[in-house]
Structures are given as structure tokens and as C-alpha cells.
């Protein structure tokens, strides 16, 4: 059995903190908020090449004409040859907790208390107007088998130990 068939990916999300949040120097309160509901492990620093956005946003890339932006444009502007960042989060049902945080693609439906409502400063109105995606700060995974699918775009292979770090959880299910 490989080392990822015995990971509980229920407990798994992958981060992807976006340039612009990078760019606005807002990673660490943004991690901040995540810390509030999940543990936060592995915050790596990267340069995402075309290939991993290409993979990432696999689902975004026929729908050019649907959205009326050059999606596989706008994604090498927005990702290639900018600074990103890339975590783990742990914790019980990490994927949709985390996903709750976010709020919705567009910033401007997205509550208070939610990353990209609190922090991020886009719209879709905005982007649209300016035939743009839409700079929302963060991603995380849809679901669990998305955060596999994402570890492996982001970490793997060769860094699947990474989820074997022992993070023990409190009895009401927290994290640590
Ligand atoms: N209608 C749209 N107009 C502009 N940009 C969009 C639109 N829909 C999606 N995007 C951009 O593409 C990204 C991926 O879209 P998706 O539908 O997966 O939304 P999401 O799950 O909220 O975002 P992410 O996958 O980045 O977490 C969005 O985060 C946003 O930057």
C-alpha cells in the first residue's frame, strides 16, 4: 500500500494562497483566519509554473468564451512569474470547513466574516468590466479527494511523509 492510500484525506485541505494576496502583503493574516479553524502546516513559497496552474485550473481553461476573459491568458498573467504560497491545512472535515471561511468566488457577495469578504478588494462586477478573473486572494480544496488531487499538483511526488506528521487532534474534535 503506498504511503497516500493510507492518508484520511478528510482531515487534509491544500491552500493555494494567491498572488495578489502575496502582492497586498496580506499572507499572514489571512493565515491568521485560518489558523482560527484549522492547523496550518508545510507554508511554502512558490513560483507556480504553467503547467501546475494548467492542472490546478484544468476546469477553467475551456471556458473562455462561456466567461469572455482568454482564460489560459489570464491565468499565466495572474500566476506565472509571480510569488505564490502553498500550505496544508488539518483539522476534522478540513476541506469544507475551510471552504466555509472563504466565502464565495466574488468578493463582493462574500460576508464579514470571511476571507475573501474581510480582505479581498476585487469584484466580479470589476473584473468582468476589466475582462479579468476575479482576485480573491486564496483558493482551497473543493472536497477531500480535490485535496489529493491538489497535493499532488502542489507537493507531491516525493513529499507524501508530509502527511504523516503525528498532529494530534483534542477530544472535541479540534485541532491542537
Ligand atoms: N465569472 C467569473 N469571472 C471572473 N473570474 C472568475 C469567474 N469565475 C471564476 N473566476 C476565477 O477563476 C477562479 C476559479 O473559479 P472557481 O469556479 O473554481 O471558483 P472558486 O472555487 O471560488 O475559486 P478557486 O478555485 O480559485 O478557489 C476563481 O477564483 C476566480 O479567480
Not at 508545510?42 to 477553467?60: E, L
Request: hydrophobic letters at 45%.
Amino acid at each position: 500500500m503506498s504511503t497516500l492510500r493510507r492518508v484520511d484525506w478528510r482531515f487534509w485541505t491544500v491552500i493555494l494562497i494567491k498572488p495578489d494576496c502575496l502582492a497586498r502583503d496580506l499572507l499572514d493574516p489571512v493565515l491568521a483566519m485560518v489558523e482560527q479553524h484549522l492547523r496550518v502546516l508545510h507554508v511554502t513559497k512558490v513560483y507556480p509554473t504553467q503547467a501546475q496552474i494548467f492542472t490546478h485550473y484544468a476546469d477553467m481553461l475551456p471556458r473562455s468564451a462561456e466567461l469572455r476573459r482568454d482564460v489560459p491568458a489570464e491565468l499565466t498573467r495572474i500566476y506565472v512569474g509571480r510569488q505564490a504560497a502553498v500550505a496544508l491545512g488539518y483539522g476534522p472535515d478540513a476541506a469544507r470547513r475551510l471552504r466555509a471561511l472563504l466565502g464565495p468566488t466574488d468578493p463582493a457577495a462574500a460576508g464579514p466574516d470571511t476571507i475573501r469578504g474581510r480582505y479581498a478588494a476585487d469584484s466580479l462586477a470589476k473584473a468582468t468590466a476589466e475582462g479579468r478573473l476575479i482576485d480573491n486572494l486564496i483558493h482551497s480544496s473543493d472536497t477531500s479527494d480535490d485535496a489529493a488531487a491538489d497535493f499532488a499538483t502542489w507537493f507531491g511526488p516525493g513529499n507524501e511523509h508530509l502527511l504523516l506528521t503525528p498532529t494530534p487532534i483534542l477530544a472535541n474534535g479540534d485541532p491542537q
